[in-house]
């Protein structure tokens, strides 16, 4: 067999590379385009170093991802409604997989088909068939992946109604009434509650942890927001970076907090303002 020149390997390399890209953002956007659709709110999309995500200010921006734990593409909408999210989450999490799935066919069919494809874009399509096909297939194998969860395993415990199904409709409720700027003291205190009884050290409890210590400030709680603001730096060194800096900023928010309950006024409504967005991505 005659040997393969070196530049015939690179173009194989690079076509193999830009098959991964384009995979990954076919995955990510099947998550974005299953959450669009029921209605939900775009928040964020990284691919690689590439990052497209809401503000505070509500406008969307690109920026470069300096979350390593995210290197692997991530894609997240929130929940502007509390009604329904049990199936719209459920759609949610296969929408990604589900999208893999297709475009593996897709190729797989460009690959066989009556008009099948020849040369650079025959190995184009062979590689865009296996990473695809490879990235829809594993993530529905139910299995932890870093801090976070695959889709499969998200999806078990969402249609499921033991203690991880109700802290999963406990968090995209909690995600809803943020994005709807709800202050927390006016959350329902049963959500956070379905949302700490599972103790798994995940960064679903380290978020139900700053949760809680922003409803115990805004409530007035000092004491009781500083313990739950301590378990959830406990646990945010293995969470995504976006909640560790939510975390950090919990931390002047609860100093501010404390400054204020010691003027003869205290601390007024005007005080409080809606907290950034650090909810766990769709993926």
Do not use: K, Y
């Amino acid at each position: 067999m005659a040997p393969v020149p070196v530049s015939t390997l690179l173009i194989r390399i690079l076509l193999g590379l830009l098959a991964a890209w384009i995979a990954v953002v076919v995955h990510e956007c099947g998550h974005l385009v299953a959450g669009l659709s029921a209605g939900w709110r775009f928040e964020l999309l990284v691919i690689g170093p590439l990052r497209l995500a809401r503000g505070p200010d509500g406008r969307v921006r690109f920026e470069w991802n300096r979350d390593i734990a995210m290197i692997g593409g991530a894609g997240g909408a929130t929940p502007t409604h509390t009604t329904r999210l049990r199936g719209a989450m459920a759609l949610n999490a296969a929408g990604g997989p589900l999208a893999s799935l297709l475009l593996a066919l897709f190729a797989h069919l460009a690959l066989v088909g009556p008009h099948a494809v020849h040369g650079a874009l025959a190995t184009f399509c062979g590689w865009l068939r296996l990473i695809s096909g490879g990235i829809g297939i594993i993530n529905m194998v139910p299995m932890a992946n870093g801090p976070f969860v695959t889709d499969g395993l998200r999806l078990l415990r969402v249609l499921g109604h033991g203690p991880q199904g109700a802290r999963e409709i406990a968090l995209l409720t909690l995600c809803a009434l943020e994005a709807r700027s709800v202050p927390p003291r006016d959350w329902d205190a049963t959500l956070v509650e379905r949302g700490l009884a599972v103790r798994d050290g995940s960064m679903f409890e380290c978020q139900f942890e700053l949760w809680a210590c922003q409803r115990a400030r805004d409530g007035g709680r000092l004491d009781a927001a500083g313990l739950a603001l301590e378990r959830a730096l406990a646990l945010a060194p293995r969470a995504p970076l976006e909640l560790r800096e939510a975390c950090q900023r919990e931390v002047a928010a609860l100093e501010v907090a404390r400054r204020c309950s010691t003027r003869p006024e205290g601390l007024g409504a005007h005080d409080w303002a809606p907290p950034e967005s650090s909810a766990p991505p769709g993926t």
